[in-house]
């Protein structure tokens, strides 16, 4: 029986997030540029065309996220320098989503507005704002999150001047039913859906693994897809703490294959990239080398809070979000206003 596909992004991954995630995967912590013919062939791996490919790099360039090195007629990219602590931190955060639960102390965050019909695009937009921070419509005009949110959900209303609105922190009454509770405002059934396709997908790709039957370029191209449908979890999911979960959320069975997964696969896909770089730049195929656990969890704990910037990869990531929060609307019984 063939699996079930894990959830993907509308048109599956793009060139551009292609390229900043093999990057960031292997090319992170160096100064040096790469040479673009050495880029549009690691795309080729995921049936870029070359076009396509020379496209994103001049894409990611205009927008920051890459610089750009010439010398005559070859053109290089790489890494910005302020950039690489903001990529620590995000693959730290990507690998530990899911590993645990958050500490809950039984308080909500409690977001109640009234936005004018007529102000239609000021509702909509902080209502995607909203949900970017994990919170969800429980009435009408009135989001919630077991998080505590609330300078963030603040700073939202003050940025979109929703004068109209009130932040409160607070605990529920037990009324003796589940039934119209903050919980009520969070449907996990598709997320819960999401991750067993997703494991249900991967497992047959671990054994594999485990049993030595993946080559180089499979592997390159599994562990950079098996990031970027994590990362999508990482983004969508509301993670809210086990008190809260049902009794058969399966994120723990689909985190232990991400994490099996992308560790068994690191060795053989770090040998792609350097075979494809080898190609073009021998003398910089040997500087690559992946992230794994240990070697992330040792850089972002020496970070500090260097790790911490508004740089155009955060603004990047920050921009996708929104995008998707609002792709990702859905009408809910008492959600308007």
């Known amino acids: 029986m063939t699996p079930t596909p894990p959830p993907r992004r509308p048109n599956g991954a793009k060139p551009q997030e292609l390229l900043t995630s093999l ?3 292997f090319w992170y912590w160096r100064e040096e540029h790469i040479p673009s013919a050495a880029l549009v062939q690691l795309l080729g791996d995921f049936d870029i065309t070359p076009a396509g490919a020379r496209s994103a790099m001049r894409r990611l360039a205009a927008r920051g996220l890459l610089t750009v090195e010439r010398n005559g007629r ?4 790489g890494i910005p320098p302020r950039t690489v602590a903001v990529i620590v931190e995000h693959a730290y955060r990507m690998l ?8 809950w102390d039984g308080m909500w965050t409690v977001v109640a507005f009234s936005v004018p019909e007529e102000e239609r695009g000021l509702r909509s937009e902080l209502r995607t704002r909203l949900r970017v921070l994990r919170f969800a ?4 005009g009135v989001w919630v999150t077991p998080h505590d949110q609330t300078e963030a959900a603040l700073a939202v209303l003050s940025e979109l001047g929703v004068t109209a609105a009130t932040v409160l922190r607070s605990t529920e009454v037990d009324r003796g039913s589940g039934e119209g509770g903050p919980r009520a405002a969070f449907d996990l059934s598709e997320h819960a859906e999401a991750y067993r396709r997703f494991a249900d997908h991967y497992e047959p790709l671990l054994e594999r693994a485990n049993a030595g039957q993946v080559g180089p370029a499979e592997a390159l191209r599994i562990r950079t897809e098996v990031g970027a449908d994590w990362r999508q979890f990482q983004e969508s999911d509301p993670d809210l703490p086990a008190e809260l979960l049902p009794a058969d959320w399966e994120r723990d069975r689909a985190w232990r294959v991400f994490t099996e997964i992308y560790e068994r ?4 896909a ?8 080898a190609r073009v730049a021998p003398e910089l195929a040997k500087l690559a080398s992946r992230h794994d656990w240990e070697s992330i969890k ?3 704990e020496s970070l500090g809070d260097r790790a911490r910037g508004d740089t155009p990869f955060e603004q990047a990531i920050e921009a996708r979000r929104l995008n998707e929060a609002a792709r990702d609307r859905q009408p809910r019984s008492g959600g308007g206003d």
Request: charged share 15%.
């Open 23 to 25: 990057l960031g995967d």
């Open 74 to 77: 070859m053109t290089a990219y």
């Open 96 to 103: 530990t989503f899911g590993s645990t639960t958050p500490d």
């Open 137 to 140: 419509a429980l009435y009408d």
């Open 265 to 268: 696969l690191g060795p053989v």
């Open 270 to 277: 770090e040998l792609r990239f350097q075979q494809v770089v």
């Open 298 to 300: 040792a850089l972002y």
